[in-house]
T-cell receptor
Framework: NAGVTQTPKFQVLKTGQSMTLQCAQD?????MSWYRQDPGMGLRLIHYSVGAGITDQGEVPNGYNVSRSTTEDFPLRLLSAAPSQTSVYFC???????????FGPGTRLTVT | AQSVSQHNHHVILSEAASLELGCNYS??????LFWYVQYPGQHLQLLLKYFSGDPLVKGIKGFEAEFIKSKFSFNLRKPSVQWSDTAEYFCAVKTAGTYKYIFGTGTRLKVLA
């Protein structure tokens, strides 16, 4: 199993550009989520999904869009990048209920 | 709203010293508790987890944590740290029956050889 994969590993955007961060998992996990990690702030939940076709907002959803058309994939879209979105983004997945999350390797995004 | 507090932001220890990292959460109902570790340049990995039963849970690499319900705490311990334990440690809480995991702000541990 590849586990949770994320692409790209690094990305630099200009303010106003849009892009999609990709996340895929091959463990048939129902639950998937996106976090951003900023120094001194830990991980903050952006959006999450409990299954194909079902998504919900987390703690910091503004400026981000998600969709879940398949169990495997959960892309995160930045609609109009802003410098405040400079961060490291982690995707995670798990089974529902009593289960820990598996994390991807992260995408380091810089918005200039 | 739920919150998770990790009071130690930076900890520096010498090898063989004992470690205890604090974690407190604010929710009064049934919770699932986790400790994750992030080694430099790597993604988060699960150290240990608590769902029910024995409040003292043992994880990988000699780590353990104790759930004290009356104190809303889930402190991480290791009797003797190694240089390779240098990493950032995150406590996380999930309210039973929900899908949202709330993370603490993390504790950076540096172990001096």
């Amino acid at each position: 199993n590849a586990g949770v994969t994320q692409t790209p590993k690094f990305q630099v955007l200009k303010t106003g550009q849009s892009m999609t961060l990709q996340c895929a998992q091959d463990m048939n996990h129902e639950y998937m989520s996106w976090y951003r990690q900023d120094p001194g702030m830990g991980l903050r939940l952006i959006h999450y999904s409990v299954g194909a076709g079902i998504t919900d907002q987390g703690e910091v959803p503004n400026g981000y869009n998600v969709s879940r058309s398949t169990t495997e994939d959960f892309p995160l879209r930045l609609l109009s990048a802003a410098p405040s979105q400079t961060s490291v983004y982690f995707c995670a997945s798990s089974y529902p209920g009593h289960s820990a999350q598996y994390f991807g390797p992260g995408t380091r995004l810089t918005v200039t | 709203a739920q919150s998770v507090s990790q009071h130690n932001h930076h900890v520096i220890l010498s090898e063989a010293a004992s470690l205890e990292l604090g974690c407190n959460y604010s929710y009064g109902g049934t919770v699932n508790l986790f400790w994750y570790v992030q080694y430099p340049g790597q993604h988060l990995q699960l150290l240990l987890k608590y769902f029910s039963g024995d409040p003292l849970v043992k994880g990988i690499k000699g780590f353990e944590a104790e759930f004290i319900k009356s104190k809303f705490s889930f402190n991480l311990r290791k009797p003797s740290v190694q240089w390779s334990d240098t990493a950032e440690y995150f406590c996380a809480v999930k309210t039973a029956g929900t899908y949202k995991y709330i993370f603490g702000t993390g504790t950076r541990l540096k172990v001096l050889a």
